[in-house]
């Protein structure tokens, strides 16, 4: 079993929102940095957001700023992803992925995650 659960994907048109939802699998314990990544077929999966352990900073790729917003529910180790404005190219499988964090530092690259979830599909059509 994956040590996260993403909920929330689907089949979306241009211009319309989808809330993306992560939860850990099992008890946790600790404090984690989380994030969301992305991955179409023959590509690399890429950071999309970053939310640091504390809550307080949060980081996103260029191609979502002012259209992304990442949150976080610090007690139950929970994250969301809100997705307005979804483009065609937003089309993906988004994954959730959490480390143990570090204050208030933000974490970019796949390798840097220790949890990951098994993805949910997301598809934006035109």
């Known amino acids: 079993q994956a040590p996260l659960d993403e909920s929330g994907g689907g089949l979306v048109q241009a211009g319309d929102s989808l809330r993306l939802s992560c939860v850990p699998s099992r008890r946790t314990s600790g404090n984690y940095a989380m994030a969301w990544f992305r991955q179409t077929p023959g590509s690399d999966a890429e950071f999309v957001a970053g939310?640091?352990?504390?809550?307080?900073?949060?980081d996103y790729a260029d191609s979502v700023k002012g259209r992304f917003t990442i949150s976080r529910d610090i007690a139950n180790n929970t994250v969301d992803l809100q997705m307005n404005s979804l483009k065609p190219e937003d089309t993906a499988v988004y994954y959730c992925?959490?480390?143990?964090?570090?204050?208030?530092?933000?974490?970019?690259?796949?390798?840097?995650?220790?949890?990951w979830g098994q993805g949910t599909h997301v598809t934006v059509s035109s």
């Open positions: 992925a959490a480390r143990l964090g570090r204050g208030s530092e933000i974490f970019r690259a796949r390798r840097d995650y220790t949890d």
């Open positions: 939310v640091s352990q504390t809550g307080g900073r949060t």
